[in-house]
């Protein structure tokens, strides 16, 4: 066994097998995957195997059809030839109009991954599936390049190729231990001996978190029992002298597809369990959980009634095992939070289909640091603290219950909620507040009229919008009050924070005390990885001179990294994470000047305290700290609060703002307001995938500074032109918004993408920002969105519609 090498993948089956042979494409040979059983001897060998190309986003779907191409060349290649029934295609089932509407804007999203999904009829369905009767049917989505794969075969033969490249594969080779050095190297320790190596990657399945413990990290990662039999041949099959598309039913929760002149039907029934909650038995290998039929009686019902032909065909085998599910649905592909050289691709629920794509997308990540696709959808510190494995267990559940229900927009599930609160949170449900929930924190979405106001679920706009309308309007009016709660926010101190910070950031960075600036991080490619609001705060009785550091709700593991990736050996800088401490209250329009005079002492007069200003203060008793920055447009100021002294600064302000006409609003009203302005949102509009010139964020770059994270690249991009140019669009439709994914067409031609859609209710538009060929971006070009099938007009129009000169927020 070799004693040194570059990476050590843990884990011989999908995973680990696909990360190994796409690190010898991208060039690395010096690898090694160790597996304490047989290649594929976890989950891998016994999965139904289906491969399919449906995806809720963009890099979902890229992802997949790499494994579809990867798997097809793999399959081809007469070195080591395996089976792919590639291009059976597959119908997802639906039985409702907004089922239906829903994946019209998913086939919308895939057209622009050049990808070709169809909505079909009832009878195009049974027409296709000759077994499917059509009986509480509405219709489906057609997935042309559905299939399955042996699964074995397939991680043989990335084994094989893997292995030509140079990699080294040791079976039978348990890893006992891990060993991180000063230098960020690691030991990895097995029964067979140690391995030095750069990085490591654990890619363990259902053990995921027995080598975690190892590197003392915990991931959200829980398994459930899931189960699929085979039948015996059905006549019906014999005779249709073709192979049958596979299904997937969110009607009543199964899959299907053909095996040998039968079907293997796998099931998610209402009654599921959670699987190895209290430790795994060592000898748990190659093999199965005891099988269980009764408890899929429920959903057996549903495929009966679907397929007849069913009743008649008897049972094969059953196969019930072990499946990763994490708290969305999603794996966790990409850097192990807090440390350094260290990976994992785990939570895999479709490993087969989705392993060729995830492994590729992981080596990209861990050879050059970025992956072709923005890949936060998988990034592991999307979930910060609360992610345990008990809340994990509980979304499991509920997403093995709803397996084949997507969620539609505006839709949070009730399973471990509420998960992060604040001392707000009861007296805002008290007041009617419907809550959305961002990395786990319960944020006011709008606040309802009545206590039974359950908008519906659709792709339209909902029976919320003339509430967000009135929100909208009175903090344009008089002054609205919004709880953000979760906002990440890191405290910088020491001397040389200036000096660090600036290294980072591709603009200016204030540097006076007492101001604000917006800035952007570039990763070394030159594209946007963060965005931060930075104020500059004075020595005081609070604290030393410090800078705090604000960003996005769900950024505080990524940006962490981030920063203290890039500091220096002897650097006088500490980082310190206020996030779980601090909420922010929003004060914003024209009255929110009288409002916090009303119970704040001072001047806060705009010569005083004038746009870009932050100043620590009072709110009746509650110490805060000020900033004047808006996300509305309106005049506002984010007023930072300790949890513990929230409520008594809330009950102070509110009574400051009863004179004023003061009512709450909710992030919905935030998010139709934030796209008045021309306002992004990180990882919706803010992607890895594009750099600042091509985001319109030329204002916050200054080319002319000596250096910069991410400066060189940035240079060469912009020597080579746009690839794409965001823009705002206006749509010729009063029913839907533009959702994040959709098509921007013109013919029939994709020549866009949208990011964020929503109703504008200062300017009474339809407003979408979309990524569209550069050439399309100039104001007044008239396109078509594909929004849910249907082709709305759309122009670019100027960004930030509501006050383009942006009067009122500096007012
Ligand atoms: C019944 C069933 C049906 C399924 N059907 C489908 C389907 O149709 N389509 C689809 O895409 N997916 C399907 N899946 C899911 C899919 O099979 C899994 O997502 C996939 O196999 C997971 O692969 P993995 O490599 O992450 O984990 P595993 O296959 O479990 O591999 C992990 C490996 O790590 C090794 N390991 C663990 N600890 C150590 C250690 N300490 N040292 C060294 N090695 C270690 C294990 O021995 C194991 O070989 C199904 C799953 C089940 C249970």
């Keep these: 066994m070799k004693s040194r090498t570059k990476v050590v993948v843990i884990g011989g089956g999908i995973a680990g097998c696909s990360t190994l042979f796409h690190l010898t494409r991208e060039g690395w040979n010096d690898v090694v995957l160790v597996e304490r059983n047989e290649l594929t001897s976890g989950t891998t060998w016994h999965s139904a195997a289906q491969v399919t190309n449906f995806g809720m986003n963009q890099t979902m779907v890229g992802l997949k059809t790499h494994s579809i191409r990867l798997y097809k060349e793999l399959a081809e290649n007469p070195e080591y030839p395996i089976n792919y029934h590639h291009g059976d295609g597959g119908i997802r089932l639906a039985n409702t109009e907004a089922q239906l509407q829903g994946y019209r804007h998913f086939a919308s999203m895939a057209r622009g991954m050049d ?51 140079g990699a080294q594969i040791y079976r039978n080779t348990p890893v006992t231990d891990l060993t991180q050095h000063a230098d960020d190297t690691w030991t990895v320790h097995t029964e067979q001996g140690d391995i030095d190596c750069d990085i490591v990657v654990n890619a363990c399945g259902y053990r995921v978190n027995e080598v975690a413990a190892m590197m003392d990290v915990h991931h959200p990662v829980a398994s459930m029992e899931h189960q699929y039999f085979l039948t015996e041949d059905i006549p019906e099959i014999v005779s249709a002298g073709h192979r049958m598309p596979l299904i997937r039913c969110p009607i009543s929760d199964y899959y299907c597809r053909q095996e040998k002149n039968g079907l293997l039907l796998g099931f998610y029934e209402q009654g599921c369990k959670t699987w190895g909650m209290d430790g795994i038995d060592p000898n748990f290998v190659n093999a199965l959980c005891p099988d269980d039929l009764d408890r899929i009686m429920d959903v057996l019902q549903g495929a009966f009634e679907r397929m007849p032909a069913l009743m008649e065909a008897g049972i094969r085998s059953v196969i019930n095992g072990p499946i990763t599910y994490t708290i969305d649905g999603a794996p966790l592909v990409g850097p192990i939070p807090g440390k350094r050289n260290a990976f994992c691709i785990i939570g895999l629920r479709a490993g087969l289909g989705e392993g060729g794509g995830h492994g590729w997308l992981l080596a990209q990540q861990i050879v050059h640091g970025e992956a072709c696709y923005d890949t936060w959808c998988l990034d592991p510190r999307r979930f910060t603290g609360h992610a345990n494995v008990e809340l994990t267990s509980l979304k499991a559940i509920e997403d093995y219950q709803n397996e084949f229900r997507f969620h539609f927009p505006h839709e949070h599930r009730p399973a471990g909620r509420p998960a992060k609160t604040t001392p707000l949170t009861p007296v805002l449900e008290a007041e009617g507040a419907e809550f959305t929930v961002v990395n786990g924190w319960e944020r006011v979405d709008y606040i309802k009229p009545h206590k039974d106001f359950h908008p519906s679920l659709s792709f339209n706009f909902d029976e919320a919008f003339d509430v967000i309308q009135k929100e909208v309007l009175n903090v344009r009016d008089n002054v609205g009050l919004c709880e953000v709660n979760g906002f990440n926010r890191f405290e910088i101190t020491g001397a040389d924070r200036h000096a660090f910070l600036d290294r980072l950031v591709c603009g200016t960075l204030p540097r006076r005390e007492g101001r604000v600036g917006l800035t952007y991080l570039l990763n070394h490619h030159g594209r946007i990885k963060c965005e931060a609001t930075v104020a500059n705060l004075p020595k005081t009785d609070r604290g030393p001179e410090r800078i705090w550091y604000g960003s996005a709700a769900a950024s505080e593991f990524h940006d962490m990294d981030w920063l203290s990736q890039h500091l220096r050996e002897g650097e006088d800088v500490q980082i310190k994470s206020l996030t779980n401490e601090q909420t922010i209250l929003v004060l914003a329009g024209p009255n929110a000047r009288k409002v916090l005079s009303a119970c704040a002492r001072g001047d806060w007069s705009k010569e005083a305290f004038p746009w870009l200003s932050v100043r620590e203060c009072f709110v009746g008793f509650t110490p805060a700290t000020v900033m004047s920055v808006s996300f509305s447009g309106e005049l506002a100021y984010e007023i930072h609060m300790p949890n513990a002294s929230l409520y008594a600064a809330y009950l102070a ?77 206006s749509l010729e439709t009063n029913s839907a918004p533009a959702h994040g994914g959709a098509s921007v067409m013109a013919a029939d031609e994709v020549v866009g993408t949208v990011t964020s859609g929503d109703w504008g209710h200062r300017v009474g538009l339809n407003l979408a920002y979309a990524f569209v060929d550069p050439e399309r971006s100039v104001e007044g070009t008239m396109m078509e969105v594909d929004l849910c099938g249907e082709r709305i007009a759309a122009t670019v129009i100027r960004p930030s519609p509501y006050d383009p000169d942006h009067v009122r927020m500096r007012s």
């Design 115 to 165: 990808v070709h999904f169809e909505v079909i009829d009832a009878d195009e369905c049974a027409r296709r599936h000759p077994l499917v009767s059509t009986g509480n049917l509405l219709g489906g989505l057609w997935d042309p390049l559905d299939g399955d794969i042996d699964p074995a075969q397939l991680c043989q033969a990335l084994a094989y190729h893997a292995r030509k490249a």
């Design 653 to 729: 302000l509110r009574k400051a703002g009863d004179p004023f006409g003061l009512s709450l609003f909710g992030a919905r009203a935030v998010e139709s307001m934030r796209m008045e302005k021309g306002f992004f949102h990180w990882k919706a509009d803010l992607l890895t995938e594009f750099d600042p010139f091509e985001t319109g964020l030329d204002r916050f770059v200054k080319l002319s500074k000596d250096d910069f994270v991410g400066k060189p690249a940035l240079q060469d991009l912009v020597s080579r032109g746009a690839t794409r140019k965001m823009v705002t669009l």
